[in-house]
């Protein structure tokens, strides 16, 4: 039997149809949605794990490892900047384990994505990865790793960057949105935080053994000097700790008469200060003379080529008057 459609059944198929698009629309919304909702809860969920973990190592792989996670990527990098150099470097790794042989390495600044996006302190997504001039392509080379698409979100405190996220390739194939790189950047926003907690509390930490072990070595001068009342030995005590504590090469200790300087003790200079052993010597160095007639500790960093110093190859050095009250001596 042929059967011929009329116009009124083709218009009731499309009514069909037309409703049945609304119903896939609304479904693959609410998907979305409840995909966003998980997400989000994720989120705070982990930005509670962050801010209880003041290590920075096992801090570092959580905050990657979630970020993966939570945009349901197959790979991914976290690097810290050198603020030295403004090279960003390798800190972490997620995905093939050949990643892992990235660790420590470093990329020059500007460098591919996410040189862009500590340059530009913005979300940067590449998702033609392949055909991008600015990916980084050495290292899928060293790898094997095939980058597809990526979103790089820079780890930021106020103004200063402090590194980088970056996620690479999402599971389901598609690319990276705005609703990707707003997720991933309230993350690194709460993970910024958390790595700079971290390091202030490492940073306190070591600052508090520092200041303990320097309490610890004025006592230990204290009871030298205390031990000896003869004012050469206590002079030579006081070098020798002097030098110890700040790694010098050389330094000298002397006792004011008049416009010159008695040396009482030495170490380093050689044959520099030779003729100098039973005469005074004279205030003649710039440095020297305005710490004595200022009373504050003067410090220069110095061109060898321009002089300035005892020793001709002298490339830094400090001036600390000794004072009684407000008398240099």
């Not at 392509?137 to 698409?149: K, L, N, S, W, Y």
């Not at 009871?223 to 030579?236: H, I, Q, W, Y």
């Not at 052993?277 to 960093?301: C, I, N, S």
């Amino acid at each position: 039997v042929i059967v011929n459609y009329t116009r009124g059944q083709l218009e009731l198929l499309q009514n069909i149809a037309d409703h049945t698009a609304g119903a896939i629309v609304k479904s693959r919304l609410l998907q979305e949605t409840e995909r966003r909702a998980h997400q989000l809860s994720t989120l705070n969920e982990i930005t509670r794990q962050l801010t209880s973990t003041l290590e920075s190592e096992p801090l570092l792989n959580n905050i990657l490892e979630n970020a993966v996670s939570i945009l349901n990527c197959e790979a991914g990098s976290l690097f810290l900047m050198d603020e030295q150099t403004d090279e960003l470097i390798f800190k972490v790794t997620a995905g093939p384990p050949a990643s892992a042989s990235l660790i420590g390495q470093r990329l020059p600044p500007g460098s591919g994505i996410v040189g862009r996006a500590v340059q530009t302190r913005a979300p940067v997504i590449e998702n033609d990865a392949q055909h991008s001039g600015s990916r980084h392509v050495a290292t899928d080379e060293q790898t094997g790793f095939i980058t597809r698409a990526l979103l790089a979100v820079p780890l930021q405190i106020k103004d200063r960057v402090l590194g980088v996220i970056e996620v690479i390739n999402r599971r389901d194939r598609l690319p990276f949105g705005d609703d990707d790189q707003n997720l991933l950047t309230a993350f690194a926003g709460q993970a910024a935080v958390a790595i700079e907690n971290a390091r202030l509390y490492t940073l306190t930490d070591q600052e508090l053994a520092a200041r303990v072990e320097e309490l610890s070595v004025m006592q230990r001068i204290d009871r030298e000097l205390n031990a000896s009342l003869e004012m050469d030995r206590a002079l030579r005590i006081t070098l020798d700790w002097a030098m110890r504590q700040s790694r010098a090469d050389s330094g000298l200790i002397g006792m004011l008469e008049e416009d010159n300087l008695r040396i009482m003790a030495q170490q380093g200079y050689g044959n520099y200060l030779a003729g100098f052993a039973d005469t005074p010597m004279p205030l003649d160095l710039p440095l020297l003379r305005r710490a004595v007639e200022t009373g504050q500790p003067k410090r220069q960093a110095l061109e060898p080529e321009l002089g300035g110093s005892l020793l001709p190859d002298a490339h830094d050095q400090i001036v600390i008057p000794i004072r009684r009250e407000a008398q240099v001596i």
